[in-house]
């Protein structure tokens, strides 16, 4: 068993991954998400699960849901081995247990090293690819564990329904700047933020495209009309969103745009990284009702600081 730990210092645009093997094909899932490693346990089935949960187990005090990666990834059976390994993961608020098959280490690169997969690879649409990384002489899949847990339980994804709970809503011509790198999640978020009257949404798909945005933009007299609040994603390839809040927070023009740091990394760890870095607000997914009210807040705030 093996705690890991951060060692990144922020807004740097690097990445630590951990490599792992199914089957001998090389995946990786970013530190970040792990808390840690343990020998795999034996698992109690529960029935009528999705047929990649392959039960609970319970380590400590703490019971665990346990997802057959390989069986996702390959939808054959799994040849469990007395070997294989629990990765146990913390995003969205969930603890979560993968099997894999081998542990190979870690390694640190930069996010401008990791490319978007191809459509072609997944019939056009988004694929459980996040993103192929060039680690040494290997590539690495890096896996998007919040879409495979969204598939696998629905009701932990991002809900529209939340915000019909907060009431009437007006449209609101207020331009929110938003990077995020997932094609499901930004088709959400664009959602909920127009169901709640949002309708002025830049989408970009990942920091730099947000940064090269705003650049283009910092010295016109309505920037405030053109980027009144930025939401970014941490994890992006390209530039991540620590390093856009670090952009941004340091510019002279740009520092005094709202910035709200939207994602499923958001843990005490992660604060004080984004509250050095300079946002203004840190959420974790899929809260989206919150992040409205959140918006809200902090518009209404920026109105009667300019009004």
Same mark, same amino acid.
């Given at each position: 068993?093996?705690?890991?730990?951060?060692?990144?210092?922020?807004?740097?645009n690097e990445?630590?991954?951990?490599?792992?093997t199914?089957?001998?094909?090389?995946?990786?899932?970013?530190?970040?998400?792990?808390?840690?490693?343990?020998?795999?346990?034996?698992?109690k089935?529960?029935?009528?699960?999705?047929?990649?949960?392959?039960?609970?187990?319970?380590?400590?005090?703490?019971?665990?849901?346990?997802?057959?990666?390989p069986?996702?990834?390959?939808?054959?059976?799994?040849?469990k081995?007395?070997?294989?390994?629990?990765?146990?993961?913390?995003?969205?608020?969930?603890h979560?247990?993968?099997?894999?098959?081998?542990?190979?280490?870690?390694?640190?690169?930069?996010?401008a090293?990791?490319?978007?997969?191809?459509?072609?690879?997944?019939?056009?649409?988004?694929?459980?690819?996040?993103g192929?990384?060039?680690c040494?002489d290997?590539l690495?899949?890096?896996?998007?564990?919040?879409?495979?847990?969204?598939?696998?339980? #629905? $009701?932990?994804g991002?809900?529209? &329904?939340? =915000? @019909?709970? *907060?009431? !009437?809503?007006? +449209?609101?011509?207020h331009?929110i700047?938003?990077?995020?790198?997932?094609?499901?999640?930004?088709?959400?978020?664009?959602?909920?933020?127009?169901?709640?009257?949002?309708t002025?949404?830049?989408?970009?798909?990942?920091?730099?495209e947000?940064?090269d945005?705003?650049?283009?933009?910092?010295?016109?007299?309505?920037?405030?009309?053109?980027?009144s609040?930025?939401i970014t994603?941490?994890?992006?390839?390209?530039?991540?969103?620590?390093?856009l809040?670090?952009?941004?927070?340091?510019d002279?023009?740009?520092?005094?745009?709202?910035?709200?740091?939207f994602?499923?990394?958001?843990?005490?760890e992660?604060?004080?990284?984004g509250?050095?870095?300079?946002?203004?607000?840190?959420?974790s997914? #899929? $809260?989206?009702?919150?992040l409205v &009210?959140v =918006? @809200?807040? *902090?518009? !209404?705030k920026? +109105?009667?600081?300019?009004?």
């Amino acid at each position: 068993m093996a705690e890991t730990e951060i060692l990144l210092e922020s807004g740097t645009n690097e990445i630590e991954i951990m490599e792992f093997t199914i089957y001998g094909e090389l995946y990786g899932i970013n530190v970040a998400k792990v808390r840690e490693i343990m020998m795999s346990d034996t698992v109690k089935a529960i029935p009528h699960s999705h047929p990649s949960v392959e039960g609970i187990f319970k380590p400590r005090d703490v019971v665990l849901t346990v997802v057959d990666l390989p069986f996702y990834l390959t939808g054959r059976p799994t040849e469990k081995q007395p070997k294989d390994l629990f990765i146990i993961t913390n995003f969205n608020k969930l603890h979560i247990a993968f099997r894999v098959q081998t542990v190979v280490g870690i390694q640190r690169i930069s996010w401008a090293n990791i490319q978007k997969p191809d459509k072609t690879l997944n019939n056009g649409e988004e694929g459980i690819a996040t993103g192929i990384a060039q680690c040494g002489d290997d590539l690495v899949t890096i896996l998007d564990f919040e879409k495979i847990v969204a598939e696998i339980a #629905p $009701e932990t994804g991002i809900q529209l &329904s939340e =915000i @019909d709970q *907060l009431g !009437e809503r007006h +449209e609101d011509p207020h331009a929110i700047v938003f990077a995020e790198d997932s094609v499901l999640l930004s088709k959400m978020v664009e959602q909920s933020l127009t169901k709640a009257g949002y309708t002025n949404i830049h989408k970009f798909n990942n920091g730099q495209e947000a940064w090269d945005y705003l650049c283009s933009i910092r010295d016109d007299s309505d920037l405030k009309d053109k980027a009144s609040l930025i939401i970014t994603d941490i994890e992006m390839p390209e530039m991540d969103g620590h390093r856009l809040t670090k952009l941004v927070k340091t510019d002279e023009k740009l520092k005094h745009i709202p910035l709200i740091i939207f994602s499923s990394l958001i843990n005490h760890e992660m604060e004080v990284k984004g509250k050095q870095l300079g946002a203004d607000e840190q959420l974790s997914k #899929p $809260e989206i009702g919150h992040l409205v &009210s959140v =918006i @809200d807040h *902090l518009l !209404e705030k920026g +109105e009667e600081i300019h009004g």
